[in-house]
């Protein structure tokens, strides 16, 4: 109805306050880690330190795994969500176990640029790979 009035001329109608557009900040950089025959895929991730960041691992296999991080995620908040199994110790995040066809999706900001190796700690698996923090 406000608008319609607007519209129409009303001098008692003031025009409607514009929005303003998301900033940089907003914006959400998505990654995606594929888990398949015992593998990571890519075994290089390239991250932006500042960027907020949406690191998504997908297992196609037909048994779990679990992503555990070294160093990435020290002091760091996050957000975990999808179907893995995340655990935490006084620490703070340690490991999410992925189920198969399962996924998990991790949204944080990296803080810090270096290089952080990661695995997969499942008995008999020797998957590992890296994240880049630019």
Request: overall charge negative; aromatic content about 8%.
């Amino acid at each position: 109805m406000f608008l319609l009035t607007w519209l129409v001329g009303s001098a008692t109608a003031t025009p409607p306050v514009p929005t303003l557009a998301p900033s940089n900040h907003d914006t959400e950089e998505r990654v995606l880690v594929k888990m398949r025959a015992r593998q990571f895929e890519p075994t290089m991730v390239t991250l932006h330190a500042g960027q907020k960041t949406r690191l998504v691992f997908q297992n196609y296999d037909a048994e779990l795994h679990a992503f555990v991080p070294i160093g990435l995620f020290a002091g760091v908040s996050l957000n975990i969500s999808g179907n893995g199994a995340p655990e935490f110790d006084h620490e703070g995040f340690k490991r999410v176990i992925i189920p198969s066809e399962g996924r998990a999706e991790i949204l944080f900001v990296p803080e810090r640029t270096g290089t952080y190796p990661f695995l997969c700690d499942m008995p008999g698996h020797e998957m590992r790979a890296t994240i880049v923090v630019q």
